[in-house]
């Protein structure tokens, strides 16, 4: 059985910072690419940043590239988003979701299997 679990959200100021942190358990994850997703309310769940297994690739969706560093430390079966100069749209609940999906599909939602429960961020003066 393998778990996901986000920690790190919470309530920031714009230009504020936060990272979040996506553990796994239950099978050796550093053998997959791990991304993280983002939904707000009334909208569908997007692709923010994928990182491949060994960490040497990513890639990000437009809107947080320059802003957001994804990273992982396979000794803790960790994933790590940094994320800067927030913007009230950055408001979501983001989701941590592994499977063996590569970079040209990444953020395809529908191909992860494995998701944690979220972490609410909200971006707000």
């Known amino acids: 059985q393998v778990h996901l679990v986000e920690s790190g959200g919470g309530l920031v100021q714009p230009g504020g910072s936060l990272r979040l942190a996506c553990t796994t358990s239950g099978t050796t994850s550093s053998y997959y690419p791990i991304s993280w997703f983002r939904q707000a309310p009334g909208k569908k769940r997007e692709g923010v940043s994928w990182?491949?297994?060994?960490?040497?690739?990513?890639a990000y969706v437009d809107s947080v590239k320059g802003r957001f560093a994804i990273s992982r430390d396979k000794a803790k079966n960790t994933v790590y988003l940094q994320m800067n100069n927030l913007r009230p749209e950055d408001t979501a609940v983001y989701y941590c979701?592994?499977?063996?999906?590569?970079?040209?599909?990444?953020?395809?939602?529908?191909?992860?299997?494995?998701w944690g429960q979220g972490t609410q961020v909200t971006v707000s003066s």
């Open positions: 979701a592994l499977d063996f999906v590569d970079d040209s599909t990444w953020d395809r939602a529908e191909l992860y299997e494995y």
């Open positions: 990182i491949n297994s060994s960490g040497e690739r990513t």
